[in-house]
């Protein structure tokens, strides 16, 4: 009786070290996933930041910028942090290149987002947009717990 127990105990922990590799290893892959894409996030985020300010509109203008605002959230933290380093007239023009691409209402809905980072730097990046349906979804969320 004593060694079936013994044996029991044996696989039951053979069992709970292959589950716990099992769950590291997921782990470990989750991170490789997630580091390579803040990575590209980040290599999108200076690449539109790069085009925006320091090339002229052209003819190819439209289709490098539709690859670049592929996603909300790069086109968010870019304009967050490029409205620390450039005012005026050359920031007005950096948000009329991004307009044509429906910045606007991808920031209201990125608003809406269950991630709180993603919903602050939404926030932000709107109250670079001076009318009244920027304004009116700050409100929304504002009133929101």
């Known amino acids: 009786m004593f060694q079936a127990e013994l ?32 990575l ?8 539109l930041v790069e085009h925006l300010l320091l090339r002229k509109r052209s003819e190819d203008d439209a289709s490098v910028l539709a690859d670049l605002t592929r996603s909300i959230v790069v086109v968010a933290q870019t304009i967050v942090e490029t409205s620390t380093m450039v005012r005026g007239a050359a920031m007005t023009e950096f948000l009329d290149r991004l307009a044509g691409f429906d910045i606007k209402r991808r920031l209201i809905k990125l608003l809406n ?27 929304n969320a504002l009133s929101r717990p």
């Open 7 to 38: 044996t029991l105990l044996w696989y039951g922990s053979i069992v709970m070290a292959l589950f716990s590799i099992v769950f590291m290893l997921a782990l470990i892959l989750s991170r490789i996933a997630n580091n390579r894409s803040t």
């Open 40 to 47: 590209e996030r980040e290599e999108r985020r200076k690449q």
């Open 113 to 139: 987002s269950s991630n709180p980072r993603f919903r602050v730097l939404a926030a932000e990046a709107l109250g670079h947009f001076p009318d009244e349906q920027a304004r009116g979804a700050l409100w």
